[in-house]
């Protein structure tokens, strides 16, 4: 190919030469973005789970020990681009479909196992945005040597030295051993990167977290309680939260505040229609149902529980979420039939915020860390667990699950699809599993799922997402 | 009804270039025939009908974008489920009158805790499509057709557009005061026809 696109420039000279050579690198990207990118699409809609990553990652260890040990390629498909086309075809189309076969690097000789591998990571990630990477770069991987190398095809010293090399062992063996490293790199980062999730418990919800220590409600079981290093302990109450040294239960309407290391009370009161908890070393927060089917948000001085003062109130059918607290600020959600909404009050100064809010999609559960915020975004189209910051902008994607409900054709039986509309493109399959509540710490993002069953409330597990 | 009668959907898509009156329809009809082109009608007609997605959709906006597909609507241009007529919020999921989301046989879906689960906006499809193309939406005139034994009520979703969700040019339709039809929708009624 070297001499295909360096032959251009005794033909057309100098520019000729440049437009081969473009015309290749241009093909060789697109084979590469065409056949990972599709594979990428294809995976995306096949949500391939955790067995087939860690199945495509011992793979790529395979394929890189290979690479490393210089191993014999296997497979290989013998299949050689049509020399015919640079005869009867401009040079440049010439080159360009030439580009086009040999970037999807899968054709001709492969020289190193590890380009195997990628596609077998490529479809077990299940992602278009990597897919697309991957095919950039065998593609660029592809271009590069054919296009650095064909201006030297007419320097005979430049020719004969780097036939000199190409003819020994050692320049392909550092390839492949390049390639080897990063293929490992790149198939650790996969198991460990955002988005794969690792099940702390099932029949787990509403986490917790402080520190190191995890706490979560058991629903008919009652709270646990999950010291670092240690293990689960059931609490002498229901819906537990945790945050600076303290963590808070209730039985009934009595809620205790207790210390986290000895379970002893610091502080207990009755608290009609209490549902949900959030405490830290200064706040008790909760959610109290009110007698018509509404709800409350109210937050307590721990040094003063005789004052108690409503943050946020709904009337039925409109819903309050579960109270996470953050230092000096309570962050909550509010539901209802004409839009959702995550707010924060700053405690010391009473003032409200709105931090994210929709009329069209539910923005949920919200979690705070600081100046980070998770929630849960349920779209028409998707569900997705996100990071991002109190100013907004733009938010991470830690998890992702296909939508709610499913579709119909968009056009009625025997009629023509022409003007039809569906809402989600491709069709994805609808599941029963729903994002809900969620906790947030450094390293760590924490969701509970609730699986639908039927006739029954959702079952709950716990999950946790690396940040 | 587009799929009716070898003239009628030719006549009926002249018809509909202008303002899609029956009467305009009868005459599309009639000039056809007296020219004799019924083999040309035909051909014509199996062309035209190509652009109607469901029944009674005599010309060729698209739908309303919709949470389920199928741009059904209740009386006051809510989303329903085109399969059953069930309410949907906008992420598609089947709710009851209080917008709390339900299983197929109507028991309300609950967390955990015996909690419904949260509402879900629920928005005029006419609404929504103007939201998120940029306009005011309007419902101005609507048109009647038999479909599937009831009288469906095809409903134009109107607003001050230069192109109609399809991407081309918007036409006058049922849409008055100088605003155009950007996308239908319909609602079937119970009348037996």
Redesign the interface.
């Known amino acids: 190919m070297v001499c295909t696109v360096g032959a251009a420039r005794g033909l057309d000279g100098r520019g000729g030469a440049a437009r081969a050579g473009v015309a290749y690198a241009v093909g060789s990207l697109l084979g590469g973005v065409l056949v990972f990118g599709g594979l990428g699409l294809l995976a995306s809609r096949l949500h391939p789970g955790r067995f087939w990553l860690e199945a495509a990652v011992a793979l790529a260890a395979v394929a890189a020990v290979s690479d490393l040990a210089g191993l014999r390629v296997r497979p290989q498909l013998p299949f050689q681009v049509p020399e015919r086309w640079r005869q009867t075809l401009p040079l440049p189309l010439a080159t360009l479909l030439y580009g086009l076969l040999i970037g999807t690097g899968l054709t001709t000789y492969v020289p190193a196992a590890a380009a195997w591998a990628l596609l077998a990571l490529t479809l077990a990630l299940g992602k278009l945005a990597p897919a697309l990477v991957i095919g950039v770069c065998i593609g660029a991987g592809r271009a590069l040597p054919v296009v650095g190398l064909a201006p030297l095809r007419e320097n005979a010293a430049a020719r004969r030295a780097f036939d000199r090399t190409a003819q020994r062992r050692w320049p392909l063996r550092s390839v492949r051993a390049l390639a080897a490293v990063a293929l490992a790199a790149g198939g650790a980062a996969a198991l460990a990167g955002p988005g794969r999730a690792a099940v702390v418990a099932t029949g787990a ?1 509403d986490p917790s977290v402080a520190g190191a220590d995890l706490a979560w ?1 058991a ?1 008919g079981t009652g709270g646990f309680l999950l010291h670092a290093g240690g293990a689960a302990a059931q609490l002498p109450g229901s819906d537990p939260a945790i945050g600076g040294a303290l963590i808070a239960w209730h039985v009934g309407a009595q809620v205790t505040v207790a210390s986290r290391q000895t379970l002893a009370p610091v502080a207990q009161e009755n608290v009609p229609g209490v ?1 949900k908890l959030a405490v830290s070393d200064r706040w008790l927060a909760y959610r109290a149902g009110t007698a018509t089917g509404g709800a409350r948000i109210v937050v307590q001085q721990l040094t003063d529980l005789a004052n108690a003062r409503t943050v946020a109130s709904v009337s ?4 309050l ?1 579960r109270p996470a607290l953050s230092g000096n600020r309570v962050v909550f ?1 509010t ?6 909404s995550i707010a924060v009050v700053d405690l010391s100064t009473g003032k409200r915020r709105l931090l994210r809010r ?5 923005v ?1 559960e919200p979690a705070l860390l600081g100046s980070d915020l998770l929630y849960v975004r ?3 189209c998707s569900q997705q667990l996100r990071l991002g910051g109190l100013a907004g902008g733009r938010d991470r994607v830690l998890l992702t699950l296909p ?10 039986r ?10 989600c493109p491709g069709r994805p399959r ?1 599941t029963t599993t ?1 994002l ?1 509540t969620t906790a947030l710490t450094t390293r760590f993002a924490y969701v509970t799922t ?1 699986h ?1 069953t ?7 597990t716990l999950l946790r997402i690396t940040r | 009804m587009p799929d009716s009668g070898s003239t009628s959907g030719l006549s009926d898509a002249i018809a509909g270039t202008s303002s899609r009156r029956g009467f305009l329809a009868r005459a599309g009809r009639l000039l056809i025939a007296v020219a004799g082109g019924g083999a040309l009608a035909g051909a014509l007609r199996v062309q035209d009908a190509e652009g109607f997605h469901f029944c009674g959709h005599i010309y060729t906006p698209g739908s309303c974008p919709h949470p389920t597909g199928l741009p059904r609507i209740d009386a006051q241009g809510f989303p329903l489920r085109a399969r059953d007529g069930k309410p949907v919020d906008d992420l598609g999921r089947v709710v009851d009158a209080a917008g709390r989301p339900v299983d197929d046989q109507g028991h309300i879906l609950l967390d955990p805790d015996g909690q419904p689960l949260p509402p879900a906006p629920r928005t005029k499809v006419c609404v929504a499509a103007a939201r998120e193309y940029g306009f005011r939406a309007h419902t101005d005139g609507a048109w009647y057709r038999c479909c599937g034994g009831h009288v469906r009520k095809l409903v134009d979703c109107c607003g001050y557009v230069r192109r109609r969700i399809n991407g081309d040019a918007a036409l006058t339709g049922y849409c008055y005061a100088g605003r155009k039809v950007f996308c239908v929708q319909y609602y079937d009624t119970k009348v037996p026809c």
């Open positions: 919800e409600q629903p549902q039925w059918p409109a819903q979420g959600h539901a209802t039939q004409t839009g959702s929709s009329r069209s999609v539910q949920l349920v779209a028409r939508p709610l409900a499913g579709q119909d054709l968009g056009r009625e025997g009629h023509t699809d022409q003007g039809s509309r569906v809402p609808p729903m809900w609730l639908r039927a006739g029954g409330s959702g079952a709950p």
